[in-house]
């Protein structure tokens, strides 16, 4: 219908505006970097604060940021790099997270089932996640010595997009089968999670295509998929019994706000509340763009679980 035809087309131009705006601002370099690994991808940006939350000053709660981008290799930390300085201006001591990503083609793990090779592949495994629990392990001692105007037991865990999905699989990490290597023994000590538009649900995500089979790739491909899908999926670790907002909004067209959907109901299913906070006429992007109100909506999330 034309109706329809005009409605796509303008959503489409919106979404394409958003998603401009958002990787219009210059990078911004942190205030130090530090290795948590010895791959040049395992590294954290470390932001101080550029002002006190209150009036007393004292110690800032820490954000730990995970950057999106379907777990590929094009997309790495320094896009979201305004968004980690955007939440340092408002007072919080950021450490922004690379991690490695998928690279080159691999037969077969095309972003529909049976198709060749294409490239760059999202994720890969078991790297990906082996440099989270890095990362997220090392985040203590690391503060201690760079950044020390942190308070690390005030530690709230963002991500978006994909970086979404980590978030949550980070704070899930006591939930994994009992021979995952990246397995704790108890919940992390985080105040909360904040998760931005996450590929939160991955099956839902895959009857979805979202981010063109990423999922799907990131596990493996079809034969890694059903077989990794409880080391991976968030929606199948719950309850965590950490505080979780998930921000989405419902004008994506990237990650739909179904999957988040589909996370808060396993949630509840498994007795646990979590916040959903949806945006409405918000894309994929605004929420790590400086320049939108989505963006001072997401910081307010952060700050209420922070404090």
């Not at 303008?10 to 010895?38: L, N």
């Not at 939350?53 to 940021?65: D, H, K, Y």
């Not at 906070?277 to 790590?288: A, M």
Request: hydrophobic share 50%; aromatic share 6%; glycine share 10%.
């Amino acid at each position: 219908m034309p109706d329809d035809s005009a409605a796509r087309a303008a959503a489409e131009a919106r979404a394409a505006a958003e998603e401009e705006s958002a990787f219009s601002h210059a990078a911004v370099d942190p205030d130090v970097t530090a290795a948590y690994g010895a791959d040049p991808d395992q590294v954290i940006d470390f932001y101080a604060p550029r002002e006190a939350l209150s009036p007393g000053g004292g110690l800032a709660p820490l954000v730990v940021v995970l950057h999106g981008g379907a777990w590929r290799a094009p997309y790495d930390r320094r896009h979201v790099t305004p968004f980690a300085d955007f939440l340092a201006r408002r007072g919080f001591a950021v450490a922004n997270v690379e991690y490695r990503r998928g690279g080159v083609s691999v037969p077969g793990q095309g972003a529909a089932a049976g198709a060749g090779d294409v490239g760059p592949v999202a994720g890969r495994w078991p790297e990906t996640f082996d440099d989270v629990a890095a990362a997220m392990d090392a985040l203590p001692a690391l503060v201690r010595e760079f950044l020390p105007q942190a308070d690390s037991r005030r530690m709230v865990v963002t991500g978006h997009s994909a970086g979404g999905h980590l978030a949550l699989w980070a704070a899930a990490r006591h939930l994994l089968p009992t021979d995952a290597v990246w397995r704790i023994d108890r919940p992390a000590p985080l105040r909360g999670v904040v998760a931005l538009a996450p590929i939160a649900d991955f099956t839902v995500a895959e009857k979805l295509d979202v981010c063109g089979g990423a999922c799907r790739q990131l596990l493996g491909g079809e034969e890694g998929f059903t077989a990794r899908l409880p080391y991976a999926d968030p929606a199948l670790l719950l309850p965590t019994g950490i505080a979780t907002t998930l921000v989405q909004g419902r004008a994506d067209t990237v990650v739909p706000q179904a999957v988040a959907e589909a996370y808060a109901d396993a949630a509840a299913k498994a007795g646990e509340v979590v916040g959903l906070t949806l945006l409405e006429d918000v894309g994929h992007f605004p929420l790590i763009d400086p320049a939108a109100d989505a963006c001072a909506v997401v910081a307010e999330e952060i700050a209420q679980l922070a404090w």
